[in-house]
């Protein structure tokens, strides 16, 4: 047996540091008064931007030539959306000898965002896995998110996201559901352009998720909120987001094994059915959430780190398993039916950049 090497370094990601600059950043500067104003009117054109971008790129043709592979991506959907909310309304019981109800929320609400699309389909590319279904699959829950996890982070957050309200559900609708549906119907016309400028358009989106992180951490610091966090809490939050990962990698491995799934496509579910957007997730809780939004996303923010440092020693280990060589788990990442080449090439800028 070939002995696992240790990575040359561990994947930090930059993006990640940016974000922890303008962290601090908002917690030296934070934006007060008139300034404030002005800030919080540009996240929330940032916002309704950041999901008009998501809309334009997200193919709808190459989606639904995805859906042959049906039983994959509601495999997928239900980890995202039914069993890691399961999972974090389980950790309701650490509420308040381990954590505190505003760090639950938080986790809960981590729970509840769609998966990620590109470092999934990077890992399952690195694993040897099923290419194409990742990117499909990415795009779904994706496209799913922008419904299901407003519904649910209002049903079951209840208060702690402003209740499922008239006002809370326009605010939806007006800064995340008709931003992505004019996308998609201009992507016709602007399609071209998005593609071709997509390494410039994706600073843009990540700008905006940074401006929308200042906003919600300038909020915090001005009304206080991270006087309730000590050192000792994010440490059990670590540890609690360290066995909630590791659960939900066990579950989408084992679980696809036991429903008949092959190698390539319980990769594929692997990477997939555990991991969290965050570009997804700071957005939508910057909507539902308002002043409270900065200890809301903490812990999304961490577990992104952690997925990301955890998965990549996975699909590296991966990479060395035997492939058989037969039916939809040989590791060949192709789908079959028209389209499938054409998603080969463009699935990897479809739907929301997920850092």
Not at 38 to 65: H, K, M, N, P, Q
Not at 157 to 174: E, Q, R
Not at 188 to 205: E, P
């Amino acid at each position: 047996m070939k002995r696992l090497r240790r990575p040359s370094r561990l994947p930090i990601d930059p993006y990640l540091l940016l974000l922890l600059g303008t962290v601090g950043l908002a917690a030296l500067l934070p934006a007060r008064g008139t300034a404030a104003d002005v800030v919080s009117g540009a996240s929330t054109a940032a916002i309704a931007f950041l999901f008009f971008l998501y809309g334009a790129r997200l193919s709808t043709r190459e989606a639904l030539d995805g859906l042959k592979h049906w039983r994959l991506h509601l495999t997928i959907l239900a980890c995202t959306f039914v069993v890691f909310p399961l999972l974090g309304l389980a950790a309701r019981g650490l509420v308040p000898v381990l954590l505190t109800h505003s760090l639950w929320q938080g986790l809960l609400f981590l729970t509840l965002v769609p998966s990620t699309i590109q470092s999934s389909i990077a890992f399952t590319s690195l694993a040897r896995g099923n290419v194409p279904a990742a990117i499909c699959a990415g795009s779904f829950s994706s496209l799913s998110g922008i419904v299901i996890t407003p519904l649910l982070a209002a049903s079951l957050l209840g208060g702690g996201a402003g209740g499922f309200s008239a006002d809370s559900l326009l605010k939806i609708v007006l800064q995340l559901l008709v931003p992505f549906l004019a996308g998609q119907v201009l992507r016709r016309w602007i399609g071209g352009f998005v593609t071709r400028h997509k390494k410039v358009l994706g600073h843009v989106d990540r700008g905006s998720i940074l401006l929308v992180v200042y906003t919600a951490f300038s909020e915090g610091m001005v009304q206080g909120i991270w006087h309730q966090v000590s050192p000792a809490r994010l440490a059990v939050l670590l540890a609690v987001e360290a066995v909630l990962l590791a659960v939900m990698l066990a579950l989408t491995w084992y679980g696809a094994k036991a429903l008949g799934f092959g190698r390539a496509d319980r990769i594929t579910i692997q990477f997939a059915g555990s991991k969290k957007s965050l570009a997804s997730g700071l957005p939508m809780a910057s909507v539902l959430f308002g002043a409270q939004a900065s200890l809301a996303v903490l812990p999304l923010m961490l577990f992104h780190q952690m997925q990301l440092m955890v998965c990549a020693v996975i699909a590296g280990r991966r990479s060395h398993d035997p492939v058989d060589g037969h039916g939809p788990g040989d590791g060949s990442g192709q789908l079959s039916g028209p389209g499938a080449a054409e998603e080969s090439r463009t699935g990897a800028d479809t739907g929301p950049r997920s850092r």
